[in-house]
């Protein structure tokens, strides 16, 4: 269809390179993996394409005339990103990989596959007792997410997915480990439904009682031996999900085009500007979604120390794997080369070997981009909601470029420069009207975040709430800070000793 008069990075540039171009170009030097790359060198790309020196006359893949007036129109029109066309039509085939997971609300009460998952986590259980020192026990397996190994903690940041797909595989490879039950495959609970499987508050999946103690790296005692892990009740779980809006907030991150959108922490663009200048990441989308979806489950899962040992983290964090990869298939960023035209910054997080490595599994980042190169595959749910693609939101544009002011009620309330170092713990932001509760969302981190050296990395943030309009017009905003405590206790915890937050109120804009 070409040439195309106005094309855009995502809809069309990024599709006319191979994987052949893609490697002959990065020994010379040009990134076309990404769309900084090919903007930044597009004059050359052009001269080449339209001189037929690119690619060699011999190899048979030389670009037309037409081709080559895309790529300038591209140029021409000031190197748009534009939006990723969605893929949604995606069959699943069990016989396509070895790891087909599946939706833990479809497996009968009394079946076998039920059965084998019953026998391999009680395997890794009775391992806490007869193995101790076994790496696949299920306290060995669990205590890598925070403790009592050194903190590994890989929480809002790019690595993030990456890293707990590999912990999901480390363990799932755990359950694996018990005699007959080599083919168990870990299901994931859909959080978006409106059902919670009743099997999840069944032996063995309903508590878990630690055999040994469980302390902070500032000597705290998270856990004692014997305690047991602590949950809400089922209604009060589905109920806290709609508090906290998760459903929304995933919505949100599938309509999004862009790593960086999806992602929700660190990037090129979830960053709240104020007028003095200030910057703040943005605490929002898929990020989002996962910390609230930790608060609405209860005292153990609210508290990265102990949130491994709840066994309902297993399926929870198992559906946050799909939902990465749901994405990831949505905008075709499923191999690593495609995965990588999908961002708007650098990719130096996938590639460079000090920061991509996932300790302490021995696999890198780039590693993780292709689930099918892991022999998983994911069956979704049939009548999941699927958003169409959105543009992201911006708060300025250069006048060239020009903005709009989106028809809507909805408007942007964000509370920024929250110190989150100063907070010991997992902690919720309450957005208030007249001093009522108007919006909430929360932060999972650890007791002793200025211990942590993900958390250092970002230690001021925003968080961002959408709310109606009707909601506060002509009414005074503020917000209030709850800290979670690892016995479920929740408090008030003073602004003032968490930075200089401030409000910001913007309507909403697009491109």
């Known amino acids: 269809m070409h040439p195309v008069e106005h094309p855009t990075y995502l809809a069309d540039i990024r599709f006319l390179f191979t994987d052949r171009d893609m490697r002959c170009m990065g020994n010379a030097g040009i990134d076309l993996r990404t769309y900084e ?16 020196s690119m690619p060699p006359p011999h190899l048979k893949r030389r670009w037309s005339k037409k081709k080559a007036e895309t790529f300038y129109n591209w ?5 748009p990103r534009g939006f990723a066309p969605q893929n ?43 193995d101790p020192d076994n790496p696949n026990a299920y306290f060995n397996v669990a205590g890598v997410h925070w403790l009592p190994e050194p903190l ?29 039950c080599k083919d168990v495959t870990l299901p994931y609970w859909d959080i978006e439904s409106d059902e919670i499987p009743s099997v999840l508050f069944d032996p063995p999946f309903d508590k878990y009682t630690f055999p040994s103690a469980v302390r ?34 995933i919505v949100e991150a599938l309509s999004a085009t862009r790593w960086e959108d999806f992602n929700g922490w660190a990037g090129a663009d979830p960053w709240i500007t104020f007028p003095d200048g200030t910057r703040y990441p943005d605490h929002k989308a898929i990020i989002l979604a996962h910390d609230g979806g930790h608060a609405a489950c209860g005292p153990t899962m ?17 559906n946050w794997d799909r939902l990465w990869w749901r994405w990831q298939q949505l905008y075709s960023g499923t191999t690593l080369a495609d995965f990588k035209t999908l961002l708007d910054g650098d990719a130096y997080w996938l590639t460079d070997p000090v920061v991509n490595g996932l300790d302490p599994f021995g696999v890198r980042a780039d590693e993780m981009i292709d689930s099918r190169e892991l022999d998983v595959e994911y069956a979704h749910p049939p009548k999941e909601l699927i958003p169409d693609a959105s543009e992201p939101l911006i708060a300025a544009a250069r006048s060239s470029e020009g903005i709009r002011v989106v028809d809507e009620d909805r408007v942007l309330v964000t509370v920024a420069g929250i110190d989150r170092l100063e907070i010991p713990g997992s902690f919720e932001i309450v957005l208030l009207a007249d001093e009522q509760p108007v919006r909430r969302n929360a932060l999972f981190q650890s007791t002793t975040p200025k211990l942590c050296p993900t958390c250092r990395k970002q230690g001021e943030f925003a968080i961002t709430f959408e709310v109606d309009r009707s909601e ?21 915890f003073p602004l003032s000793q968490a930075g200089d937050p401030k409000i910001l109120v913007r309507i909403k804009l697009a491109a």
């Open 216 to 249: 902070a790296p500032n000597g705290a005692l998270s856990a004692a031996k014997g305690d047991t892990t602590q949950r809400f009740e089922k209604q009060e779980i589905i109920e806290r999900i709609q508090q906290y809006r998760v459903r929304e907030n």
């Open 302 to 318: 609210r508290s990265p120390n102990l949130a491994a040992f709840d066994p309902l983290f297993w399926f929870f964090h198992c």
């Open 75 to 79: 140029m021409r029109d000031g190197f």
């Open 37 to 52: 790359g090919v903007k930044f060198n597009a004059d050359r790309i052009y001269f080449n394409v339209r001189e037929g």
């Open 152 to 180: 590994y903690c890989r929480h809002h940041e790019n690595a993030y997915n990456p890293w707990h797909r590999a912990y999901l595989l480390k363990f799932e490879n755990a359950l694996r480990s018990i005699d007959g």
């Open 88 to 130: 949604r039509d995606l069959p699943v085939s069990a016989s396509a990989v070895g790891r087909l997971r599946r939706n833990l609300a479809d497996f009968d009460k009394n079946s076998e596959e039920l059965d084998l998952l019953v026998r391999a986590f009680e395997g890794i259980l009775k391992l806490d007792e007869d």
């Open 472 to 492: 506060i017009l002509d009414r005074k905003l503020s917000a209030a800070l709850n800290l979670y405590g690892d016995d479920g206790s929740v408090s008030p």
